[in-house]
């Protein structure tokens, strides 16, 4: 099994999104170009001919030693591949990252279990997904009554829902949310996907035309994906529901899934009938010898 680092400038990008696309795993953050948005450079473990891949995003600890890192805006990565990921495959993956890397903070996508789970330092973190395959009325039979009587509530407020927003007004919005949006990053983001044809921004407005809630969607590898979600604190709970309702009617009966990213656990989608998919987060910090040989080398 042929493992070997690959610094960034040396990534082939045809290959990589290659893999990404026909991985029996493969997401939208896998793809060069989302990573390169979000971490701007990032180094990799390549298998042969790009059969398999894994992204080592790179950072400084506040120890000032070198890390592997995973920022808030990507979802599960770890390996992706064409293969069978076995534990073998697993565990020479891991053993490939280079020692230079002392510290791991890495998220790993749901088909990287079977060696993580064996791991101490590999500790279980929910993510959630809703199979869009079935019509919408046998779906909705699996939402909890506490949910359904949110989104009547909501729907009978009259909001305005549309996808008419250009990116910069999508992002002023996520801003005034959170201040601590990247505005850069979420318009890169959002006009790739504008360019690819998958970009899906979703906004719940009052009569006057005021934002009350918006979201960012990508439609990728069989996958209906939330990337973010901004709404008025008072708001954000009911119009969250609401919006993941009538979306979830307008995809139903479609060879999707409905990926809710980091925002699963925040809403507690199983009241929408979401699935937990186990993945693993692997966080290694390093003994104090090695951070102190780090500082005199």
Known sequence: MDIRFVPFEDIDITRWNSCIHFAINGNVFGYHWFLKNVAREFDALVEGEYESVMPLLKGQSRWNYPTLIHPREIGRL???????????????????????????DILFNEFNQAHLKQMEEATPSSWHELDLS??????????????????????AQN????????PEELVRFFSSIDPNTDTHMWMRIHYNLMHRGTAFPTVY?????????????????????????????????????????????????????????????????????????????????????????????
Request: aromatic share 12%; proline share 3%; hydrophobic share 40%.
């Open 78 to 104: 770890g390996i992706f591949s064409v293969h069978v990921l076995s534990p073998a495959r697993i565990q020479k993956f891991l053993q490939a990252i280079p020692d230079h890397f002392l510290g791991r």
């Open 159 to 166: 909001w305005l829902p549309h996808s008419q927003i250009k």
């Open 134 to 155: 079935k019509p919408y009325e046998i779906i909705r039979e699996s939402y909890d009554t506490g949910v359904i009587e949110q989104i009547e509530k909501s729907r």
């Open 205 to 297: 407005a009052q009569s006057d035309g005021s934002i009350s809630a918006a979201a960012l969607f990508a439609y990728s590898n069989g996958f209906f994906t939330l990337l973010n979600y901004k709404a008025e604190d008072s708001k954000a709970q009911s119009l969250f529901y609401h919006m993941m309702d009538d979306l979830i009617r307008l995809h139903a009966d479609r060879s999707l899934k409905l990926d809710f990213n980091i925002f699963g656990e925040k809403f507690q989608v199983g009241g929408l009938g979401a699935i937990n998919k186990k993945t693993y987060r692997l966080r290694q910090v390093p003994k104090w010898g090695r951070i102190v040989r780090h500082w005199l080398t």
